[in-house]
T-cell receptor, first 111, second 115 residues
Framework: DQQVKQNSPSLSVQEGRISILNCDYT??????FLWYKKYPAEGPTFLIS?????DKNEDGRFTVFLNKSAKHLSLHIVPSQPGDSAVYFC??????????FGAGTILRVKS | NAGVMQNPRHLVRRRGQEARLRCSPM?????VYWYRQLPEEGLKFMVY????????ESGMPKERFSAEFPKEGPSILRIQQVVRGDSAAYFC?????????????FGEGSWLTVV
């Protein structure tokens, strides 16, 4: 059962423009949503998170939006940089511990 | 990723052999998690351990897989009688008390290849 879904396997964006990565979930009991960035042959690195009681969280170039009624969240990266090229995983937690991951979206930022 | 140490980084085993993957959590962390990433898939939760206790093993295959986190030493993920389908990247993560999801740190991963 895929409780967290990232329906776009890949996304290509021009440097300087906005990257929007999307994620849908099915379990309304999730209490935190997180985004991780992963380079090949490395472990995931935490980027940004949002509590289920919020609808927006911003950290520098990264903003996460949560739409609970639609069970949808998105990560906005503005402006996109070539170093942002990586796989981005959406994840959710139940009671703060076990992470449930989506399948990931490959972001390519072209210079 | 700094602080969570996994070894070996790469491991090749023949079918039927045993694989042991080790994870030393970040200093001060007492919670350890193991995740597996199969090719073209996301990370799948396997097991959550605290010192000397398995808290949640709902993601562990019922046979051949076991995990421990002893009082002293690293956490070990053990796979007995490996099969080709066990080939994957295995990631360990750790956290301290009062985790809220964003304080879970991952290691660099161990890549298991079964030939």
């Amino acid at each position: 059962d895929q409780q967290v879904k990232q329906n776009s396997p890949s996304l290509s964006v021009q440097e300087g423009r906005i990257s929007i990565l999307n994620c849908d979930y099915t379990n309304s009991m999730f209490d935190y949503f997180l985004w991780y960035k992963k380079y090949p042959a490395e472990g995931p690195t935490f980027l940004i998170s949002i509590s289920s009681i919020k609808d927006k969280n911003e950290d520098g170039r990264f903003t996460v939006f949560l739409n609970k009624s639609a069970k949808h969240l998105s990560l906005h990266i503005v402006p996109s940089q070539p170093g942002d090229s990586a796989v981005y995983f959406c994840a959710a937690t139940l009671y703060g511990n076990k992470l449930v991951f989506g399948a990931g979206t490959i972001l390519r930022v072209k210079s | 990723n700094a602080g969570v140490m996994q070894n070996p980084r790469h491991l090749v085993r023949r079918r039927g052999q045993e694989a042991r993957l080790r994870c030393s959590p970040m200093k001060g962390h007492s919670h350890v998690y193991w995740y597996r990433q199969l090719p073209e898939e996301g990370l799948k939760f396997m097991v959550y351990l605290q010192k000397e206790n398995i808290i949640d093993e709902s993601g562990m295959p019922k046979e051949r897989f076991s995990a421990e986190f002893p009082k002293e030493g690293p956490s070990i993920l053990r796979i007995q009688q490996v099969v080709r389908g066990d080939s994957a990247a295995y990631f360990c993560a750790s956290s301290g008390q009062g985790t809220t999801g964003n304080t879970i740190y991952f290691g660099e991963g161990s890549w298991l290849t079964v030939v």
